[in-house]
């Protein structure tokens, strides 16, 4: 986690070398890009992958690979052990309670979809309420509408203000005995914010109420501890941090899963099928059908290896002062509007150029090598409240140092050269 405001000294000078030195695990970073270094700032979209990630994925497919669950033999045995290996490694990644808690999806859109259609069909009816923010992905968005929209539900926005933080007064008037579920990002993807989730989910409580949290974005910056956030929900994509595409998980409290309706039927989630009659296997499995990404799943036991092997505490310092000094440098072109100014952010940059449309910047900075986003970040929302029709959107990771940050302030320069 960052401010914009001052840089700060949590992680020791040793945590900062080992990460300083962690690019070169990171093959892809290697290559040239139009003659030039790579500079790879759209880690929000997603992350690349060390070669640890890519190594484990393929011992997996040269050594092990099987179908899960149901074999009697040696290779199927040992690809059980090790994707229910990844599931502990997720349980104390996240700090859950019990590995039950812990369901394999394909991503953190799947997760949410999953919250929406089982917890939705069990416990929300004509008449109630769902909260979501105004700064939510859509995927955070989508899935509770169509929720509403088939039970005659009614979607509740909590508001945010103009650099970009939750008004959580407004979101505790939002609060009411229709309320059934609140569904929030932990960080905001379009414009870096880091919500107080702690505070929100104790709101919420004090109700009775659920919250789900999309941790897409917080995933590979922040340490997170579900059962100090108390949170009911808490989804992500193995993806974005450091991780293959594919897969992702979702935690639930064992009381609400133990409750829900399964999402998918198929294989691996009944105990018995008869015409007459399906039972259903136990948590997690109840809500994984079908065969798995199970080489996916693999990968991401790597990443979170990864992830333990540098440390969380000293990514979070280290991506504190690129996103401190990436602000600084920016706001010195003329023209540039950042559009996220929160005082808690985390690990992105969106901003704007007078007069120059957004969807222009990419491709000149493409020719620099320098890889950012543009568009509306699947948060159109987002761009409604700022008035603006897209953002050009740098976001940082681990292995990107303030060398990359001149290149991309540069770059920009380039930008008003030719279209300014
Ligand atoms: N939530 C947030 C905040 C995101 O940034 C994203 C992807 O960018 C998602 C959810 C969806 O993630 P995925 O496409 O991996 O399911």
Not at 23 to 38: I, S
Not at 279 to 299: H, M, Q, R, S, W
Not at 344 to 354: C, I
Request: proline share 5%; with cysteine.
């Amino acid at each position: 986690m960052t401010t914009a405001s001052a840089p700060t000294g949590v992680a020791s000078f040793h945590d900062i070398l080992r990460i300083a030195g962690c690019r070169h695990h990171f093959p892809l970073l290697r290559q040239l890009v139009n003659g030039k270094p790579l500079v790879y700032f759209d880690n929000a979209a997603t992350s690349q992958k060390p070669q640890v990630v890519i190594d484990a994925m393929v011992r997996y497919y040269e050594t092990e690979n099987s179908n899960i669950h149901r074999g009697v033999h040696y290779l199927s045995e040992r690809a059980t052990q090790a994707y229910e290996g990844v599931r502990t490694k997720v349980r104390d990644f996240m700090h859950a309670e019990d590995q039950r808690e812990i369901v394999f999806v394909r991503g953190a859109t799947e997760a949410i979809n999953l919250v929406a259609h089982s917890f939705g069909r069990r416990y929300v009816h004509a008449g109630d309420e769902i909260l979501v923010s105004e700064m939510e992905h859509h995927s955070n968005i989508v899935p509770w509408q169509i929720l509403c929209e088939e039970l005659g539900a009614t979607l509740k926005v909590i508001p945010m203000n103009d650099r970009g933080e939750l008004l959580v007064e407004e979101y505790e008037r939002l609060l009411s005995e229709k309320t059934k579920i609140v569904a929030v990002t932990h960080v905001s993807n379009a414009l870096g914010t880091v919500n107080p989730i702690k505070e929100l989910v104790a709101r919420a409580h004090a109700r009775g109420i659920p919250v789900l949290v999309d941790g897409a974005q917080a995933v590979p910056h922040i340490r997170v501890d579900v059962q100090d956030l108390d949170c009911d929900f808490y989804a992500f994509s193995a993806h974005k941090m450091f991780g293959p595409t594919g897969v992702g998980v979702l935690y639930g409290k064992r009381k609400w899963l133990e409750e829900m309706p399964p999402y998918q039927g198929g294989g691996d989630m009944i105990k018995s099928v008869t015409f007459e009659k399906t039972t259903y296997n136990d948590l997690p499995y109840k809500f994984e059908a079908g065969t798995p990404n199970i080489g996916g799943g693999i990968g991401l036991g790597a990443a979170i290896d990864y992830l333990h092997e540098i440390d969380l505490n000293a990514i979070q310092q280290l991506e504190h002062d690129l996103l401190f000094y990436a602000t600084e440098k920016i706001l010195t072109i003329p023209g540039v509007r950042i559009i996220g100014t929160a005082q808690q952010k985390a690990g992105v940059l969106s901003f704007t150029m007078q007069g120059i449309h957004p969807h222009d910047i990419g491709p000149i900075l493409d020719l620099e090598g320098v890889a950012i986003r543009t568009g509306h970040h699947c948060a159109q929302p987002v761009m409604k409240h700022f008035g603006v029709p897209a953002t050009a959107r740098a976001s940082f990771a681990l292995y990107n140092t303030k060398e990359e940050v001149d290149a991309f302030i540069k770059a920009l320069h380039k930008v008003i050269e030719v279209l300014g």
